[in-house]
């Protein structure tokens, strides 16, 4: 078993990927833009200047940065009004290995205010020693920033620590960091050809392997 473990938010911990997808291709719609259906799998797990790449690689006559900010206050103000669910094994995982004594991490592309919000929300808060936002790291997924720095609050040796994604970005992220990856797919599959050293089918999973010594 590793000594930490670092969890994405959005479609790994909590079914709110659902509500960015949806956001995204709405956004492209208000902007006068044609919905492209692989814009979403794109864009997701990225923040800051990497997200603005890929609104541009897409649409290249809008204004990125105020894209980009009108899909994040759209997300933002639904997020507020509604309580994000829990995905399947989220509390478990982490009361389990909390109970082993692993350091727990959220390394979300999220803002941090968004972050905290969500996670009191359900509660999670408590079942974290560390958290850190997408505005804390110098690149944004698929770079590897976010899970070092993760790693490092923690006071755990990335080779170490578990990283538990849902989106390609955040498994390239995560592998790059040199952490034992495990993506738990949400809306897209794992593309063929993906580095990643696990797949499972939910955090149920993941933790019964981890109980099992498997992974």
């Not at 009004?81 to 509390?91: L, T």
Request: glycine content about 8%; hydrophobic content about 40%; some cysteine.
């Amino acid at each position: 078993m590793k000594q930490g473990a670092i969890f994405d938010m959005d479609g790994l911990l909590l079914d709110t990927e659902r509500v960015y997808q949806e956001n995204w291709m709405e956004t492209a719609r208000r902007f006068g833009q044609m919905p492209f259906p692989e814009f979403p799998t794109a864009v997701s797990g990225t923040n800051g200047e990497e997200q603005r790449r890929v609104i541009r690689r897409y649409y290249p006559e809008v204004d990125a940065w105020a894209f980009q900010r009108d899909c994040i206050s759209r997300v933002d103000g639904i997020l507020n009004h509604r309580c994000a669910p829990e995905k399947p094994g989220a509390r478990e995982i982490l009361e389990f290995l909390r109970g082993k004594g692993v350091q727990t991490a959220v390394a979300s592309s999220s803002g941090r205010e968004r972050i905290l919000s969500n996670l009191r929300q359900t509660g999670l808060e408590n079942l974290f020693d560390a958290i850190v936002s997408g505005q804390e790291a110098a690149q944004g997924k698929p770079e590897p920033d976010i899970f070092l720095l993760a790693a490092e609050r923690i006071g755990c040796a990335p080779e170490e620590c578990y990283v538990f994604e849902d989106s390609i970005n955040g498994v390239r992220a995560g592998m790059a960091a040199g952490c034992v990856t495990v993506m738990i797919p949400d809306l897209v599959p794992p593309p063929e050809g993906l580095a990643v050293s696990r797949v499972c089918a939910s955090l149920l999973e993941a933790r019964e392997l981890i109980e099992k010594g498997l992974l």
